[in-house]
Protein backbone atom coordinates (compact mmCIF):
# COMPACT_ATOMS: atom_id res chain seq x y z
CA UNK A 1 0.00 0.00 0.00
CA UNK A 2 1.86 3.34 -0.74
CA UNK A 3 1.92 6.35 1.48
CA UNK A 4 -0.13 9.37 0.71
CA UNK A 5 2.20 12.33 -0.49
CA UNK A 6 1.71 15.58 2.03
CA UNK A 7 2.62 19.33 -0.42
CA UNK A 8 2.62 22.45 1.04
CA UNK A 9 1.12 23.89 -1.96
CA UNK A 10 -2.33 22.03 -2.09
CA UNK A 11 -4.10 24.05 -4.29
CA UNK A 12 -7.11 23.58 -1.64
CA UNK A 13 -5.42 24.63 1.04
CA UNK A 14 -4.11 27.84 -0.83
CA UNK A 15 -7.28 28.79 -1.49
CA UNK A 16 -8.45 28.51 2.30
CA UNK A 17 -5.87 30.60 3.42
CA UNK A 18 -6.41 33.85 0.89
CA UNK A 19 -10.15 33.20 2.28
CA UNK A 20 -9.14 33.96 5.91
CA UNK A 21 -6.52 36.67 4.70
CA UNK A 22 -8.71 38.13 2.79
CA UNK A 23 -11.56 38.48 5.64
CA UNK A 24 -9.11 39.68 8.16
CA UNK A 25 -7.68 42.68 5.67
CA UNK A 26 -11.40 43.58 5.19
CA UNK A 27 -11.94 43.14 9.28
CA UNK A 28 -9.38 45.35 9.65
CA UNK A 29 -9.98 47.80 7.25
CA UNK A 30 -13.76 47.96 8.83
CA UNK A 31 -12.68 48.52 12.25
CA UNK A 32 -9.91 51.46 11.00
CA UNK A 33 -13.01 53.64 9.18
CA UNK A 34 -15.27 52.83 12.13
CA UNK A 35 -12.47 54.73 14.51
CA UNK A 36 -11.91 57.50 11.66
CA UNK A 37 -13.12 60.67 12.64
CA UNK A 38 -16.02 62.22 10.43
CA UNK A 39 -14.78 65.36 8.45
CA UNK A 40 -16.01 68.31 10.55
CA UNK A 41 -17.16 71.09 8.60
CA UNK A 42 -14.73 74.12 8.19
CA UNK A 43 -16.62 77.10 10.39
CA UNK A 44 -17.27 80.10 8.42
CA UNK A 45 -14.17 82.63 8.95
CA UNK A 46 -15.06 83.68 12.68
CA UNK A 47 -18.65 85.17 11.54
CA UNK A 48 -18.56 86.88 15.55
CA UNK A 49 -15.82 88.79 14.57
CA UNK A 50 -17.49 90.34 11.62
CA UNK A 51 -20.56 91.00 13.29
CA UNK A 52 -21.39 94.66 13.71
CA UNK A 53 -22.60 95.69 17.19
CA UNK A 54 -25.04 98.10 18.51
CA UNK A 55 -24.12 100.35 21.19
CA UNK A 56 -26.23 101.93 22.95
CA UNK A 57 -25.82 104.76 25.47
CA UNK A 58 -28.03 105.68 28.11
CA UNK A 59 -27.54 108.51 30.69
CA UNK A 60 -28.31 107.96 33.72
CA UNK A 61 -28.06 110.74 36.44
CA UNK A 62 -26.45 113.67 37.51
CA UNK A 63 -25.62 114.53 40.86
CA UNK A 64 -24.84 118.25 42.04
CA UNK A 65 -21.95 117.90 44.28
CA UNK A 66 -21.69 121.98 44.01
CA UNK A 67 -22.73 124.82 42.13
CA UNK A 68 -21.12 127.79 40.50
CA UNK A 69 -23.57 129.95 41.72
CA UNK A 70 -24.68 130.23 45.09
CA UNK A 71 -28.47 130.35 44.30
CA UNK A 72 -28.10 127.58 42.34
CA UNK A 73 -27.19 126.73 38.24
CA UNK A 74 -29.19 126.65 35.05
CA UNK A 75 -28.31 123.93 33.10
CA UNK A 76 -28.30 122.49 29.79
CA UNK A 77 -26.87 119.40 28.27
CA UNK A 78 -25.63 118.20 24.77
CA UNK A 79 -25.15 114.79 24.02
CA UNK A 80 -23.67 113.98 20.87
CA UNK A 81 -22.43 110.61 19.63
CA UNK A 82 -20.80 109.11 16.77
CA UNK A 83 -18.41 106.72 14.77
CA UNK A 84 -14.87 107.72 14.93
CA UNK A 85 -13.05 105.87 11.36
CA UNK A 86 -9.42 106.70 10.81
CA UNK A 87 -9.42 110.80 11.58
CA UNK A 88 -13.24 111.57 10.51
CA UNK A 89 -16.29 111.62 12.73
CA UNK A 90 -18.80 109.68 10.90
CA UNK A 91 -22.52 111.88 11.32
CA UNK A 92 -23.96 112.04 14.50
CA UNK A 93 -26.65 111.91 16.54
CA UNK A 94 -27.23 114.53 19.05
CA UNK A 95 -29.82 114.95 22.17
CA UNK A 96 -30.31 117.80 24.12
CA UNK A 97 -32.13 118.66 27.93
CA UNK A 98 -32.79 121.69 29.26
CA UNK A 99 -32.19 120.87 33.32
CA UNK A 100 -33.29 124.09 34.71
CA UNK A 101 -32.30 125.60 37.79
CA UNK A 102 -30.19 122.96 40.01
CA UNK A 103 -28.69 123.28 43.65
CA UNK A 104 -26.02 121.58 45.50
CA UNK A 105 -27.00 118.27 46.52
CA UNK A 106 -29.53 117.33 43.83
CA UNK A 107 -29.99 114.06 42.18
CA UNK A 108 -31.15 114.45 38.84
CA UNK A 109 -32.72 111.69 36.81
CA UNK A 110 -31.86 111.83 32.94
CA UNK A 111 -33.35 107.62 31.79
CA UNK A 112 -36.04 110.16 30.55
CA UNK A 113 -33.74 111.97 27.98
CA UNK A 114 -33.66 109.86 24.66
CA UNK A 115 -30.66 107.03 24.42
CA UNK A 116 -28.03 107.68 21.43
CA UNK A 117 -27.31 104.35 19.70
CA UNK A 118 -24.37 103.78 16.86
CA UNK A 119 -24.13 100.63 15.22
CA UNK A 120 -20.20 99.88 15.35
CA UNK A 121 -18.03 97.81 12.82
CA UNK A 122 -14.22 95.89 13.20
CA UNK A 123 -12.12 98.75 13.02
CA UNK A 124 -14.05 101.57 14.37
CA UNK A 125 -15.01 103.33 17.50
CA UNK A 126 -17.90 104.90 18.81
CA UNK A 127 -17.57 108.42 20.88
CA UNK A 128 -20.15 109.73 22.95
CA UNK A 129 -19.81 113.54 23.89
CA UNK A 130 -21.40 115.01 26.85
CA UNK A 131 -21.63 118.95 27.38
CA UNK A 132 -22.55 120.65 30.61
CA UNK A 133 -23.79 124.62 30.03
CA UNK A 134 -24.81 126.71 32.27
CA UNK A 135 -27.13 129.51 30.99
CA UNK A 136 -27.97 132.97 32.53
CA UNK A 137 -30.78 133.02 29.29
CA UNK A 138 -32.68 129.78 28.19
CA UNK A 139 -34.57 131.83 25.64
CA UNK A 140 -32.08 132.35 22.76
CA UNK A 141 -30.94 128.83 23.50
CA UNK A 142 -34.63 127.35 23.10
CA UNK A 143 -35.47 127.74 19.85
CA UNK A 144 -32.34 125.70 18.70
CA UNK A 145 -33.28 122.38 21.19
CA UNK A 146 -36.23 122.62 19.74
CA UNK A 147 -34.59 121.72 16.15
CA UNK A 148 -32.42 119.73 16.92
CA UNK A 149 -35.44 117.46 18.78
CA UNK A 150 -37.24 117.54 15.63
CA UNK A 151 -34.80 116.16 13.25
CA UNK A 152 -34.29 113.41 15.49
CA UNK A 153 -31.24 114.05 16.71
CA UNK A 154 -29.40 112.96 13.67
CA UNK A 155 -26.68 115.45 11.93
CA UNK A 156 -25.14 113.86 9.26
CA UNK A 157 -21.46 116.45 9.44
CA UNK A 158 -18.30 114.60 8.09
CA UNK A 159 -16.23 116.19 10.26
CA UNK A 160 -12.02 116.09 10.17
CA UNK A 161 -10.39 115.38 13.64
CA UNK A 162 -7.65 117.69 14.43
CA UNK A 163 -6.22 114.64 16.81
CA UNK A 164 -7.65 111.04 16.32
CA UNK A 165 -5.92 110.41 19.95
CA UNK A 166 -7.35 113.70 21.94
CA UNK A 167 -10.81 114.90 19.59
CA UNK A 168 -12.42 116.57 22.33
CA UNK A 169 -15.09 119.27 22.00
CA UNK A 170 -15.29 117.81 18.13
CA UNK A 171 -18.91 118.43 18.60
CA UNK A 172 -18.87 121.90 19.42
CA UNK A 173 -16.30 123.07 16.71
CA UNK A 174 -18.03 120.58 14.41
CA UNK A 175 -21.27 122.44 14.61
CA UNK A 176 -19.53 125.29 13.23
CA UNK A 177 -18.77 123.83 10.10
CA UNK A 178 -22.46 123.42 9.42
CA UNK A 179 -25.00 125.57 8.59
CA UNK A 180 -27.77 124.22 10.72
CA UNK A 181 -25.67 124.79 14.18
CA UNK A 182 -23.70 127.63 13.29
CA UNK A 183 -26.15 130.19 14.26
CA UNK A 184 -26.63 128.36 17.94
CA UNK A 185 -23.06 127.98 18.18
CA UNK A 186 -22.54 131.81 17.86
CA UNK A 187 -25.25 132.51 20.17
CA UNK A 188 -23.14 130.61 23.33
CA UNK A 189 -20.90 131.97 25.38
CA UNK A 190 -18.24 129.59 25.18
CA UNK A 191 -17.25 130.82 28.71
CA UNK A 192 -20.96 129.01 29.94
CA UNK A 193 -18.97 125.30 29.16
CA UNK A 194 -18.63 123.68 32.81
CA UNK A 195 -17.14 120.52 31.44
CA UNK A 196 -16.64 118.60 28.09
CA UNK A 197 -16.27 114.83 28.53
CA UNK A 198 -15.67 112.32 26.52
CA UNK A 199 -15.51 108.29 26.08
CA UNK A 200 -14.51 105.89 23.09
CA UNK A 201 -15.39 102.44 22.76
CA UNK A 202 -13.15 100.07 19.93
CA UNK A 203 -14.91 97.17 18.69
CA UNK A 204 -13.14 94.78 20.22
CA UNK A 205 -13.59 96.01 23.89
CA UNK A 206 -16.75 97.62 24.20
CA UNK A 207 -19.23 95.52 26.49
CA UNK A 208 -22.32 96.38 28.46
CA UNK A 209 -21.54 98.34 31.40
CA UNK A 210 -22.24 101.72 33.70
CA UNK A 211 -19.35 104.70 33.43
CA UNK A 212 -19.08 107.50 35.92
CA UNK A 213 -17.82 110.91 35.35
CA UNK A 214 -17.43 114.27 36.55
CA UNK A 215 -16.91 117.88 36.11
CA UNK A 216 -14.72 120.00 38.05
CA UNK A 217 -14.39 123.83 37.60
CA UNK A 218 -13.42 127.43 39.09
CA UNK A 219 -11.98 129.37 41.56
CA UNK A 220 -11.88 127.96 45.04
CA UNK A 221 -14.44 129.29 47.46
CA UNK A 222 -15.68 131.77 44.94
CA UNK A 223 -17.27 130.06 41.74
CA UNK A 224 -16.05 126.19 41.92
CA UNK A 225 -18.55 123.83 40.80
CA UNK A 226 -18.77 120.05 41.12
CA UNK A 227 -21.15 118.11 38.91
CA UNK A 228 -20.56 114.13 38.69
CA UNK A 229 -22.81 112.13 35.96
CA UNK A 230 -23.61 108.24 35.15
CA UNK A 231 -23.91 106.44 31.74
CA UNK A 232 -25.16 102.85 30.65
CA UNK A 233 -23.72 100.76 28.00
CA UNK A 234 -25.49 98.00 26.68
CA UNK A 235 -24.16 96.17 23.32
CA UNK A 236 -26.08 94.14 21.11
Not at 19 to 42: G, T, V, Y
Not at 102 to 109: A, E, H, L, N, S
Request: proline share 4%.
Amino acid sequence: MGSRKFSLFDPARAITVRIILFIFLISLFSFSCARKPLPQKPLDKDVSISKDKNVRVSLQSLSVIKTQEILGDELLLVGAMGIIEGEKVRPVQVVTSFLGKVKKGQVICLDTIKALAVRLKPGQKASLQLTLFEIEDYQPTKKWVNRFNTLSGVLALPLALTSAENPVAWFLWGMKAGSLGLDWVSELDMKDILGVSETQWDYETVSPSFRNGKWLGGRKFIDAYEYRYQIQINVD
